[in-house]
């Protein structure tokens, strides 16, 4: 009788270390999971949609003002280009997304701005697409899909 409570035992202690286990991988499962971050670094290159070109205007222009380029750099500030205009700041994250908060715009720290432009050029948020491309998105903008430039160098905007 001795033998049976034993083999019994043994039994319950061996199902428990299974369970035990099974849950220790479930939860790194799911923190390494959490832990992986889509890789937002390098340069990004995508245009926006600008009205069209007026008849006796130069259509380099507009093509300049559409389009729009993201540099995400390994110190976690980015530059982008969009209208024509550099704009600076640091990346934050927030669940998968980055946020970019323009700090200065050609320059100049956002705060010195006048309001119209701070307005215009508030945090944007880059969005991971299944298919490794990003989106865009900035209030009052339509958002702008963003490719990863090939060589993705960190070459200067």
């Known amino acids: 009788m001795a033998g049976i409570g034993k083999s019994i035992s043994g039994r319950r202690l061996g199902f428990r270390r299974l369970e035990g ?43 300049s003002y559409a389009k729009v380029v993201v540099l995400i750099k390994p110190n976690q500030d980015f530059e982008m280009r969009i209208d024509t205009l550099d704009i600076k700041g640091p990346v934050s994250y927030s669940g998968g997304d980055a946020v970019l908060t323009p700090a200065s715009i050609l ?49 200067p905007l």
Request: aromatic content about 6%; hydrophobic content about 35%; overall charge negative.
């Open 21 to 63: 286990f099974a849950v220790l991988a479930l939860a790194l499962i799911l923190v390494g999971g959490c832990g992986d971050r889509f890789n937002f670094y390098g340069r990004w290159n995508g245009e926006q949609a600008t009205p069209p070109s007026k008849p006796n205007e130069d259509p380099s222009i507009a093509a």
């Open 107 to 155: 320059g100049v720290p956002m705060e010195q701005e006048p309001k119209d432009t701070q307005d215009r050029y508030p945090s944007a948020t880059l969005h991971p697409n299944p298919d490794g491309t990003l989106r865009l998105s900035m209030a009052g903008r339509n958002a702008v899909v963003l490719r990863r430039d090939p060589d993705e160098s960190q070459r």
